[in-house]
Each structure stands twice: as structure tokens, then as C-alpha cells.
């Protein structure tokens, strides 16, 4: 969209200015040990656009968020002629004066987490209790901030750390924030049969109010496990790109860029695990999305 003013290029999003607002545009393109890989997972963006709005109007009672509209009919005059790129993956929002840390919550310990508290007893300085395995539900949710890496891995930090950036008051308003989302998120989850294990959320200031910014609780923002599969002390059966990165350590790849193509199976595995997510936390399938795109495109 060449006529467009480019704000901001991710590995997976593209946001452009229009007028006074955002468009964000989530793409089909993944990235794994942070290099974005080549093959294209058919309808990846469009769950990521359509998981947003549905926890955006599943939340709305707990926090405002930046969405404007997700209906193409209602963006601007100039952007009709790129409908065909914006139907079911895009959005307009809101402009905001985003907090500078994404704000994670975790209910069971993966990941970095399960990585610190091998080592520390901890994961970003909140002391768990001894004999803890791999996977294990922690006795409640925890906070644990992270600094918001342009390029690479987020850095995990203390809450100690963000109130000295941010300040006390919000600080504690960020982190209650965050445990009540995903406190209320994971358990309508679970009756569905998936478990949240951990997801980061993004905030950010819009006339004095602290409201809901960026994806929220998609499989590229959190981590999403079966829960019928549960096994605690060992890695979850997952509906992330968990699957992509145990196919790329079967490689010879040394994680740089460029990254491997994914063999059609792979990539197919992977479309599947999103839609499959979707399908189960919003009760409706791709198809769906497809008519309501053939209906707003006639």
C-alpha cells in the first residue's frame, strides 16, 4: 500500500498512519527464535485480528481498549481500494501513549519462567515455592514484566524495576490489571478446554485512561495448551507455533537469518493450531469469517 504512510513494520504485524488513528494489519508471516521464516501460515493473521475482537468485547467490562472499528466499509475513502488485503485481518485504532513493557501474567511455569526458576527459585524475583516441575499450575497467578525488545527476546524484569520507570501507583494499577484480565480469561478458556498458561498484554495511556492496546490472548501473545493433554513435568501438547519451533531443532539451522522454508505439512500443522483455537475460545470457524467477508464484500 505504497500511498500509505508506514508507522511501524513487525515481524508479523504491519501498522500504517491514517488520519488521526492506526491501522494495524496483522499479516500471515510467523517468526521463530526471532527470525521470520519464509512460508506463510494460511489464516494465521486473520485469528490473530478476530481472537483480538473477540477478548476486546469478551473484556469490555473489565478495561477499554483501542479498537475503532474492524469493518472495512467504515475506514476511509482511501483505504476501499485495498479492501481485499484488509478484510478479516485488519483494524483501526485509536492512537495511545503505550507503557514501554509488556505486562505478563503467568498461571504455570514455562518458557523463560520455568528456565529462572531452575536456577533462582524464582522467575522475575516472585519466590515460588520448592519441588515445582515443569508445567505446573503455580499456587495462584504471578506478575512478571517484561521490557519491550525492538529486535530479540523481551527482557524479564521486577516489578520493582517497573514502578521505579513508571511509578508506584501505576505500577499496581498495571498489575491488577493484568491478573484480572487473564484471571478471567483462563477460566472462560479452560470450560472450553483450553489452558492459558501464560500471556503478555500491552496498555497504554488515552486521555488519562489506562486502556487495553496491541493483540490480546491470541496463540502468538500467550501460550495456549490442551487441556485434555495436561501432563504436568513435561512440554505441552500447544496451539502456538510451539509445533514450528520443535520441527526447526530438527534442522541444521543455526537460528540467523534467512530461516528455513516449512515443508507444506508443517505449515498446514500450524494454520490448523490456530483455527483450531479460534474455533474453540470464539465458538466459530474460518468459514464463518470467510462469509462475513463475501457479505461485507457485496
Known amino acids: 500500500m505504497p500511498d500509505l504512510k508506514l508507522f511501524r513494520r513487525g515481524k508479523v504485524r ?14 500471515d508471516r510467523l517468526s521463530a527464535f526471532d527470525v521470520v521464516l519464509p512460508t506463510a501460515i494460511a489464516y494465521k493473521g486473520a485469528v490473530l485480528t478476530n481472537l ?5 468485547d469478551f473484556l469490555k467490562d473489565t478495561i477499554s481498549n483501542h479498537l475503532i472499528t474492524a469493518d472495512v466499509n467504515a475506514y476511509p475513502t482511501l483505504l476501499q481500494k485495498y479492501r481485499d488485503q484488509l478484510e478479516i485481518r485488519s483494524m483501526m ?12 501474567a503467568r498461571g504455570y511455569l514455562e518458557g523463560s519462567g520455568w528456565k529462572d526458576y531452575q536456577s533462582t527459585g524464582e522467575v522475575c524475583g516472585v519466590k515460588l515455592p520448592s519441588g515445582l516441575r515443569q508445567a505446573d499450575r503455580l499456587p495462584e497467578p504471578i506478575f512478571t514484566p517484561a521490557t519491550k525488545a525492538e529486535a530479540g527476546h523481551d527482557i524479564n524484569i521486577t516489578e520493582r ?14 498489575k491488577e490489571l ?9 477460566q472462560y478458556a479452560e470450560e472450553r478446554g483450553i489452558i492459558i498458561a501464560d500471556t503478555k ?4 495511556l488515552k486521555d488519562g485512561k489506562i486502556i487495553l492496546v496491541d493483540e490480546a490472548l491470541t496463540p502468538d501473545s500467550s501460550r495456549f495448551w490442551q487441556r485434555e493433554h495436561y501432563t ?6 500447544s496451539f502456538d507455533k510451539q509445533y514450528v519451533r520443535e520441527y526447526l531443532e530438527t534442522l541444521r539451522w543455526n537460528k540467523q537469518p534467512p530461516g528455513p522454508q516449512l515443508p507444506e505439512e508443517v505449515a498446514m500443522k500450524t494454520s ?8 474453540l475460545l470464539a465458538g466459530k470457524g474460518i468459514q464463518e469469517m470467510e462469509s462475513n467477508r463475501a457479505i461485507m464484500t457485496s
Do not use: N
Not at 483480538?52 to 476486546?56: D, E, G, K, R
Not at 485509536?94 to 509488556?102: I, K, L, N, Y
Open 14 to 27: 504491519d501498522v500504517y498512519e491514517v488520519e488521526d488513528h492506526l491501522l494495524i494489519i496483522a499479516t
Open 52 to 56: 483480538s475482537l473477540f477478548w476486546f
Open 93 to 104: 485504532v485509536t492512537r495511545a501513549e503505550v507503557f514501554p513493557f509488556e505486562c505478563v
Open 161 to 174: 524495576e517497573m514502578a521505579d520507570s513508571l511509578g508506584e501507583e501505576t505500577a499496581r494499577r498495571l
Open 178 to 186: 493484568t491478573l484480572a484480565i487473564y484471571s478471567r480469561a483462563a
Open 201 to 204: 498484554f500491552e496498555f497504554g
Open 232 to 237: 504436568p513435568g513435561r512440554a505441552q501438547i
Open 272 to 279: 490448523e493450531k490456530y483455527t483450531e483455537a479460534y474455533r
